[in-house]
């Protein structure tokens, strides 16, 4: 157990739709990353907050968005969803903005019918 | 451009073999990172190992070891008497400090199956 929390588990729903996944970091990490893995994208950076401000973008889509709150949780918004967003989305962690090692929870797989 | 190149897609040993998992980075600073996750069937992603550009000591953790080369860009890291746990999917990553972002650029992926 990585100390990363993301809820939901498992997400299905339809083309048009918005969702919400919720990440909570390991206990005292100030910076949260999210990550999509696709079968043919692979492991993709999508954004990275650390301490309520957002540091980096990755290839995220405009349909997305996220936030990290004063407590440090994170959400990462999907909206206008389409087939091609089915995929297993992470959330990690680390100390600081530096390059420590980030640890992973255990991803949230959205399917999108 | 692929920072990460993992040219094994799978590999299948029997148990109590060794695995050595390739990875070879490209990058044009001096300061970086390089990391082994793993990513078993239960899908999530562990790490394993950090090393950063300054040190290329090679160590040994357990069955774990790595061999990290900056003259050949490379970072293989070598499961040795595999057992069946050890399947999962490996993954080589980079971390770049001078673009002042910290994000993981990851390899496709290796696939490791150790039979019983």
């Known amino acids: 157990d990585s100390g990363v929390t993301q809820t939901p588990k498992h997400l299905i729903t339809a083309t048009g739709q918005r969702v919400t996944l919720r990440c909570s970091p390991r206990?005292?990490?100030?910076?949260v990353y999210w990550y999509q893995q696709s079968l043919d994208q692979g492991l993709q950076f999508l954004i990275q907050?650390?301490?309520?401000?957002?540091?980096a973008k990755g290839n995220i889509l405009e349909r997305f968005s996220a936030q990290q709150f004063p407590d440090l949780h994170s959400e990462l918004n999907l909206s206008s969803l389409e087939l091609g967003d089915s995929a297993l989305y992470f959330c990690?962690?680390?100390?600081?903005?530096?390059?420590?090692?980030?640890?992973f929870g255990p991803g949230t797989r959205l399917t999108v019918t | 451009a692929q920072k990460v190149t993992q040219a094994q897609t799978e590999i299948s040993v029997v148990e109590k073999e060794d695995v050595t998992l390739d990875c070879v980075y490209e990058?044009?600073?001096?300061?970086?990172?390089l990391f082994w996750y793993k990513q078993p069937p239960s899908g999530e992603l562990v790490f394993l190992i950090r090393?950063?550009?300054?040190?290329?000591q090679n160590e040994i953790s357990g069955r774990y070891s790595w061999n990290f080369q900056k003259s050949t860009s490379s970072f293989n890291f070598t499961i040795t008497a595999s057992q069946v746990v050890d399947s999962a999917v490996y993954f080589c990553?980079?971390?770049?400090?001078?673009?002042?972002?910290?994000?993981?650029?990851f390899g496709a992926g290796t696939t490791v199956t150790v039979r019983a």
């Open positions: 990553a980079l971390s770049e400090a001078a673009l002042n972002d910290y994000k993981l650029s």
């Open positions: 990690a962690s680390s100390v600081a903005e530096a390059t420590y090692e980030q640890y």
């Open positions: 090393r950063n550009s300054f040190d290329e």
């Open positions: 990058t044009r600073d001096t300061t970086y990172y």
């Open positions: 206990s005292g990490d100030l910076s």
């Open positions: 907050y650390y301490n309520g401000e957002e540091r």
